[in-house]
């Protein structure tokens, strides 16, 4: 048992962590596919994970490498899924793609009957994993901020204080060891920034009138992505309308408009992310048919080239399914 013990905080260790090389700085980039079905027997839904590396641009196909499966509850979906740092957590719970292992979240202190608001992320610095819970009260601000630290002892909730009151309007983005999403003050929008390691909320950024207008009618698409490094969001407006209009944000300032990508193929997409060395921007379809497909824009040709990924014929997926970009392993213990 000691030596168990010995070896579990090895492993642990940011050190022991941050030795192995998993994170290519250029390439290949790679994605994380999560292909989910129905058990026909016990009814719950089973997840089966796969990595992939993305080698050549002249390329259309992407072989992929089986990792694991895990079984969920039926009515957990990956429509508000977290990929963070090699970790996904999918409704209450976080698992390990790459070992196929799952941590139940425990249950929260709640005092509303509000659904809450969930965000995940990695502090880098204390090599942390955190999941923010932000339950609103009747009035839609929110009064209830929880954090949940994986590997803490006791494995409970805490109850932390936020002095900004506002409601939640999007999903979150991990950047950095940072949270962000969009907000609402009750007089503004703005970016909230929530700090991984000191546990602390700001206004990042303002959001414009432009985006305001762009942001809540019609029933489109928006999410917020990683922009070369900043935080921006992709909004469709409509499915009917070929183009999505990509916004940034910057510390302190008011949101600008950096381009819109015209001419999306007739799929109703989604954007991923950039490939930073070059550029490219990846779009998936929000719901996968027959074939795993992704799509690559490239802003220089402004052309769009679809790519399908090599899965095993034997695993059968749904609607739910879902990819990610920036793959990494991660050796944290469930």
């Known amino acids: ?119 995940f992320g990695y502090d880098p610095v204390n090599n942390q994993y955190k ?11 929110a009064n209830q901020f929880q954090v949940f630290t994986l590997g803490a002892k006791p494995k409970t909730w805490r109850s932390i204080g936020c002095g900004i009151p506002h409601s939640t309007f999007s999903d979150g983005l991990c950047i950095d060891g940072f949270v962000y999403y969009i907000a609402s003050t009750g007089t503004d929008m703005c970016v909230m920034r929530f700090d991984l390691k000191s546990e602390k909320f700001d206004i990042f950024a303002r959001v414009s009138e432009k985006l305001k207008s762009l942001f809540f009618p019609g029933n489109g698409s928006r999410n917020l992505v990683n922009y070369h490094g900043k935080v921006a969001i992709a909004i469709r407006s409509s499915r009917s309308v070929p183009s999505i209009d990509l916004f940034v944000f910057e510390a302190g300032k008011q949101d600008y408009k950096e381009k819109s990508i015209d001419n999306l193929p007739p799929l109703h997409l989604r954007m991923k992310g950039v490939i930073n060395h070059t550029g490219g921007i990846i779009f998936a379809p929000s719901y996968f048919g027959s074939e ?18 090599e899965v095993d014929a034997k695993h059968v997926w749904l609607t739910v399914s879902n990819c990610y970009m920036g793959y990494v392993e991660s050796l944290m213990l469930m």
């Open 131 to 141: 999941v923010l819970c932000i339950t609103p009260n009747l009035a839609g601000h």
């Open 292 to 309: 795993v497909t992704l799509f690559h824009h490239d802003p220089k040709g402004a052309r769009f080239k679809k790519m399908a990924f």
């Open 1 to 119: 048992m000691v030596v168990s013990k010995s070896w579990q905080q090895i492993i642990r260790s940011k050190s022991f962590i941050t030795s192995f090389p998993f994170r290519p700085l250029t390439r290949p980039l790679r994605f994380l596919l999560a292909l989910c079905n129905i058990e026909a027997q016990s009814e719950r839904l089973s997840c089966s994970f796969f990595s992939s590396s993305w080698l050549s641009l002249s390329s259309t196909s992407i072989s992929t490498t089986f990792l694991s499966t895990i079984t969920l509850p039926r009515s957990l979906t990956l429509c508000r899924s977290y990929y963070v740092n090699g970790l996904l957590k999918i409704g209450d719970s976080i698992c390990n793609p790459c070992t196929g292992k799952t941590l139940d979240l425990p249950r929260l202190v709640e005092t509303t009957p509000s659904r809450p608001r969930w965000f």
